[in-house]
Every structure is written in structure tokens, then in C-alpha cells.
């Protein structure tokens, strides 16, 4: 069984081509049955590769889409859960179907330790920082929230990526030391 792995995206670029893109994957969504037959159903990214045009045995594609949304502003928004890794060759197909468009991700799958971003401006995904907490799950937060949370745990301000790590550690064996299961761990997307 495959680690799945979380992305959202954001598309952007000439409105024909993103309203295009965004027709076809709710035309695809609102059918009764699936395109073409399959595990995942409607929303199969296979489906998506097929009405792209492309032939989804030679993409890997083992996942689906959902929470499709086409913003006033033109954005394109979706998430997929995909297996191991983000759907880059179904990326590919749409970069190729609709030149225009940029594709911008924030992709998560931490049992493989990936946890990365294009979006280098934080222009749509702006929380990419992740506290990881086996008590409570997880949270996304800004850079300065998630030092802002770290701080109010301390009760002393935290302000850099160096003065988190040395807390997060102390945290971590007092934890250890007290024989609790509550450890921290923070994530930073990786920019790629």
C-alpha cells in the first residue's frame, strides 16, 4: 500500500485556457459514472489524462482530484491525493494541453519526508509551515504564527528557524524524560 501524498494547487494564466481546463474536470466530476473504468472513481486523474488526450496507461496517475473551484479572480483550485508523490506527469499533460497556464503546489507526503512548494512568493499557499503534534495533529501556519505558537508554549519569544529547533529539542526530551508521547515537530516547505 502506498504513503499518499496531499497537494493543492493553484492555476493560473490565459482565462480561456484555466476556464477550458476547469470545464473539462467538472464535466468529468458531474457525470454518472466514470469515464473510463477504475479504482477512484469520477475523479480519477486517468479520466482527466484521457479527455486531455493522452493515454493515462503511459501517465502515472494513481489518484484523483476534489474541492474543484474556479475563483473570481480566474484561479483554478483543486487538491489531489495521489500516491508517493504529487502528480507531475498529469501536470505535464495539462502544461501541454494549456501552455499558458501556470501550476502552482504545495505538495505533502511527511512518511517520505516531502513537504516542498513552487509558489516561492507565497502569492497562494502562504502557510507552509506545519507543527506537528502527536496529541493534537497538525496545523499549517505563516512563518511568524507558527513562532508566535512555539513562543506562547516557551513563554518566551521565539523568533528564527534556530531558536525553534533548540526549543523543539528541549521540548522533546522533557517530554521524553517525563515518559509522555507527546512530542513536536516542525515542517518547513522545502522551495523548489
Given at each position: 500500500?502506498?504513503?499518499?501524498?496531499?497537494?493543492?494547487?493553484?492555476?493560473?494564466?490565459?482565462?480561456?485556457?484555466?476556464?477550458?481546463?476547469?470545464?473539462?474536470?467538472?464535466?468529468?466530476?458531474?457525470?454518472?459514472?466514470?469515464?473510463?473504468?477504475?479504482g477512484f472513481g469520477k475523479n480519477w486523474l486517468g479520466c482527466?489524462?484521457?479527455?486531455?488526450?493522452?493515454?493515462?496507461?503511459?501517465?502515472?496517475?494513481?489518484?484523483?482530484?476534489?474541492?474543484?473551484?474556479?475563483?473570481?479572480?480566474?484561479?483554478?483550485?483543486?487538491?489531489?491525493?495521489?500516491?508517493?508523490?504529487?502528480p507531475n506527469e498529469v501536470e505535464d499533460v495539462i502544461q501541454?494541453?494549456?501552455?499558458?497556464?501556470?501550476?502552482?503546489?504545495?505538495?505533502?507526503?511527511?512518511?517520505?519526508?516531502?513537504?516542498?512548494?513552487?509558489?516561492?512568493?507565497?502569492?497562494?499557499?502562504?502557510?507552509?509551515?506545519?507543527?506537528?503534534?502527536?496529541?493534537?495533529?497538525?496545523?499549517?501556519?505563516?512563518?511568524?504564527?507558527?513562532?508566535?505558537?512555539?513562543?506562547?508554549?516557551?513563554?518566551?519569544?521565539?523568533?528564527?528557524?534556530?531558536?525553534?529547533?533548540?526549543?523543539?529539542?528541549?521540548?522533546?526530551?522533557?517530554?521524553?524524560?517525563?515518559?509522555?508521547?507527546?512530542?513536536?515537530?516542525?515542517?518547513?516547505?522545502?522551495?523548489?
Amino acid at each position: 500500500m502506498p504513503n499518499w501524498c496531499f497537494t493543492q494547487y493553484a492555476i493560473c494564466g490565459e482565462r480561456k485556457e484555466v476556464r477550458s481546463l476547469y470545464a473539462v474536470m467538472n464535466r468529468l466530476q458531474n457525470r454518472e459514472a466514470p469515464l473510463l473504468p477504475n479504482g477512484f472513481g469520477k475523479n480519477w486523474l486517468g479520466c482527466l489524462v484521457k479527455r486531455l488526450g493522452k493515454n493515462p496507461q503511459s501517465v502515472y496517475c494513481r489518484g484523483e482530484w476534489r474541492d474543484l473551484n474556479l475563483a473570481a479572480d480566474g484561479t483554478l483550485t483543486f487538491s489531489t491525493e495521489h500516491a508517493w508523490s504529487r502528480p507531475n506527469e498529469v501536470e505535464d499533460v495539462i502544461q501541454e494541453k494549456y501552455p499558458s497556464l501556470s501550476i502552482y503546489f504545495l505538495e505533502e507526503e511527511l512518511g517520505m519526508d516531502i513537504f516542498q512548494t513552487n509558489d516561492e512568493y507565497g502569492q497562494f499557499f502562504k502557510e507552509t509551515v506545519i507543527l506537528d503534534d502527536e496529541t493534537d495533529g497538525m496545523e499549517y501556519f505563516t512563518e511568524e504564527k507558527a513562532f508566535e505558537r512555539l513562543s506562547l508554549l516557551k513563554g518566551a519569544p521565539i523568533t528564527d528557524w534556530e531558536g525553534a529547533k533548540d526549543f523543539l529539542d528541549k521540548y522533546n526530551a522533557a517530554q521524553d524524560a517525563a515518559g509522555t508521547e507527546r512530542h513536536l515537530w516542525l515542517h518547513k516547505a522545502d522551495i523548489c
